[in-house]
Each structure stands twice: as C-alpha cells, then as structure tokens.
C-alpha cells in the first residue's frame, strides 16, 4: 500500500474511535441522569405502565427483523471489504454487479450505431456474468474486461486471431487505437447480462469509498451503543419496577 492509502486508513481508524467514545459519553451521561431521576421517583408511573403491559406481537417481529437485517448489512459489507482487499469482484452463482464509473457507454457516436439496450449510463449498477475460457465470444455484445486492476465494460468489435478489439460506444475510436493493444482472451472475464438498476450506483461507490467506509462504521458504532445503552436502560427501569413490586407486596 502506498503512505497515502496507509494515511487514509488510520485516518478512518482515528476518526471511529473518536465517534464511539462520543457516542458512548453521551449515551452514558444521559443513563446517569436517567438513572438518577428513577431512584427519586419521577418515571414510577411510566416504568410500572410499561413494563406491566405485555408487548404486541408486531413489535416483537420487527424487532427481530432488524436485527436480522442489521445481521445481513454487516455481514455483506464485511464480505464487500474481504473482496476489495483481495482485489476481486463479489460473485453470486457466477454473477456480479459492477457499478459504472464512467459514460463510455451511455450513448452512440455520431459516427457508429450500436445497440442501445445493452447501453448504460454513470451511476447505473449493471449484472455481469462469468465468461468462461471456452465460451465463444459475440461481436457486438458487450463484455467486462481485465485492464491492470481495472474491469473495463465495452463492446466487442472485431476479433482477430492475435486478439479483441473493444470500444466504448460514446468514444470516438477504438481501445486498440487509443492503447495500440488487442485484449487477450485471459482478460475477458465478464458478459453483460443486459440487466441494470439506474441511478444508485453513486450511493454503492461511495459505500466503497473510505469516507463512505468510515460513515458506515461510524453508524454502526452508535447502533451498537445505542443498543447497549438502551439495554442498561431496561436494567435500571427494571431493578426500580422489581422495587415498585416489592413495597407494593410489604404494604
């Protein structure tokens, strides 16, 4: 990695320990205010209200499925970051989504006509699937190929025995002629399905980004204080409702 990379992730780090210490203070200054008010008395009706009234089916269910879904984002975001540090794409019974950078392919050139079903613009996510080493390849669809450590999605325009030549159907000339290279077969990994969601792809790059990283983190560092004060919050209304019984029974 390079220092600006290595700058940028204990920057991310700094940052998160920063916002849960915050959060946690907060969150621990408003309990021991809280707690405080409960031993003089002051939520006694409250505390005895709610915690006397059995709880709706429906609330139940949507508290187990947030945590469900809480479960199932960190989990794939977790995934998402294993994948980015090996430098490989997230598959899904040899699919993935790639999320388009750039409008090569989001018009025709005035001066060639393609297909524009199989167009898409900046922003859009885009279903690509595994192309294997014996499947043939088509003039005129489009594929996902391997420049460094970039997947580069154009359309295939001729094939010659040395090689493929793609090109971007906004672009006025070829990747051939732009670089002076056919792409080798072992670089093409990719086909476009023709499937797309427009429009978020803008929210899924900044996901991916250190900055959307670190909001995330940071997210989920209050949930997870949120959850836990919440938590010590039951103990305290509890221990005062178990005391409520208690005179209640000497009385």
Known sequence: MNPITIITIVVVIVLTIIIFVLSWAAYYYCLKAYKAEVDQ???????????????????ILLSIFSYILLAFVIALFTAGIVFKVQNKDLEIDGKTILVIKTGSMS???????????LQFNIGDICIFERVEQETELIEGEVYGYKNNNTIITHRLINIYSTGYEFKGDANAISDYKYSGKLVKRDNIIYHYTGRKIEGIGSFVLYLKSYLGIWSFIAIASVIINSEFASYQFNKVNKKRLDYLRQIQYEA
């Open 41 to 59: 008395g002051k939520h006694d009706k409250e505390i005895y209200a709610e915690y006397t009234a059995k709880k709706k089916k429906l609330q």
């Open 107 to 117: 018009k025709n050139y005035d001066e060639e006509i393609y297909d524009d079903s």
